[in-house]
């Protein structure tokens, strides 16, 4: 079982940046990452795909909404995956999860379905 953990979230006002970061562990296991990703949710709504990247090649992917705004990255031997969001707007706000596919797929990482572990979710509220 591989247990993922977001921190970073927070209030701030339109314009501002933060930065996420999800940290994975497996309580001192070893386990395979294929990708990681970025999804949020609002109240009402279906959650959303934000961004992706692949492990391996460090290919990533982002939704329209975000692109040139956010920026995913990893750190390999942290285990950890970082999500930079920039000139943030208050349609950003969200309860932003951090998801961990840990095998090879043939689907698209912006699908939920490839993602076998999910975090607990780090709210981000931007105010106008």
């Known amino acids: 079982q591989v247990q993922l953990v977001e921190s970073g979230g927070g209030l701030v006002q339109a314009g501002d940046s933060l930065r996420l970061s999800c940290a994975a562990s497996?309580?001192?296991?070893?386990?395979?990452?294929?990708?990681m990703g970025w999804f949020r949710q609002t109240p009402g709504k279906e959650r959303e795909f934000v961004a992706a990247i692949r492990w391996s090649t460090l290919n990533t992917y982002y939704a329209d909404s975000v692109k040139g705004r956010f920026t995913i990255s990893r750190d390999n031997a942290k285990k950890m995956v970082y999500l930079q969001m920039n000139s943030l707007k208050p349609e950003d706000t969200a309860v932003y999860y951090c998801?961990?596919?840990?095998?090879?797929?043939?689907?698209?990482?912006?699908?939920?379905?490839?993602?076998?572990?999910w975090g607990q979710g780090t709210q981000v509220s931007v105010s106008s």
């Open positions: 497996a309580s001192g296991r070893t386990f395979s990452i294929y990708t």
């Open positions: 998801a961990l596919c840990s095998s090879y797929h043939s689907g698209s990482d912006k699908s939920e379905y490839p993602y076998d572990y």
